[in-house]
C-alpha cells in the first residue's frame, strides 16, 4: 500500500513560505526551516510517493525553486550579517584613529534660549588679547566681548551670553555665529569658532561611538569632517 504524500507536500509548502501549522509550530516554533531540513522532506516525499502517481515534474520544480529561494535567503542574511559587522568594525576603528584629530561640527551657530546661552570655543595657542565676536543670522554683528579675562589661557574655554547686543538692547532668540580673534604669545593672529575641537577621547553607548568634544560627548555621525 502506497504512504500517501499529500501531509509532507503540505508541510513543505507551509515551511517554505515561512509559516506552520499546529503541529510544525511545537517542533520549530520560530517558523523557520533551513535548505538541509527541506532537502531531507523533499527527499521523503520522492521516496513515499506513490509509483503510481508520481510526482509531475512541475511540482518538483516547484518545490526545487522554494529550495533556492531558501538558500538564497540564507545566504543573503548572512551576507548581510558580514556586512554590518564589517561597517560596525570600520566605524569602531575610525573612532579610534580619530582621537588626536580636529573635528568640526559644521556650524559654528549657537542657540539663544530663554536670553540664555553657553557654549565652548577651543583656542589652540595661548591668548594675549582678543576679543568674541556674535553674529545674527544675516550675518549683522551684534555682540562684542573682550578676552581680557582669558589672557594666559588656552584649550577650550567656557563662555556664557545673557542676549544683549553692544547697544543694550535684548535679542530674540534664535540661532547666532560665534568666532574669535586673537593674538597669541608671540604676537600671531589666531582665529578659531564654536563648533571645532579636539577629539579627546571615545566611549562607547549601546554600540555607538561617542566623541568627546570639549566638556560633551557628540555621536559620530553629528561631525561633519575630521583633520
Known sequence: MATSTSGITQ????????????????????????????????????????????????????????????????????????????????????????????????????????????????????????????????GNLVKTVSLDEQVGKSGVLAFQWDGYNDDGELLEDGYYSVKAEYLDANNEQQETQFGIYPVESVRYESGTPLMKLGSSYVPMEYIAEFF
Do not use: H
Open 11 to 138: 508541510d513543505l509548502n507551509v515551511l517554505a513560505n515561512g509559516t506552520s501549522t499546529t503541529s510544525s509550530t511545537t517542533e520549530n516554533p520560530n517558523g523557520v526551516l533551513d535548505k538541509d531540513s527541506f532537502m531531507k522532506l523533499l527527499l521523503v516525499e520522492l521516496q513515499y510517493q506513490d509509483p503510481t502517481e508520481p510526482m509531475d515534474s512541475e511540482k518538483i520544480l516547484t518545490q526545487t525553486s522554494q529550495l533556492a529561494t531558501l538558500e538564497s535567503t540564507e545566504n543573503m542574511s548572512k551576507t548581510m550579517e558580514e556586512l554590518v559587522e564589517k561597517m560596525n568594525s570600520n566605524m569602531d576603528m575610525s573612532a579610534i584613529s580619530a582621537i588626536g584629530k580636529m573635528a568640526s561640527l559644521g556650524s559654528n551657530a549657537v542657540t539663544l534660549s530663554n536670553s540664555y546661552a553657553q557654549f565652548e570655543i577651543y583656542f589652540q595657542e595661548e591668548i594675549k588679547s582678543g576679543k568674541l565676536t556674535i553674529e545674527d543670522k544675516d
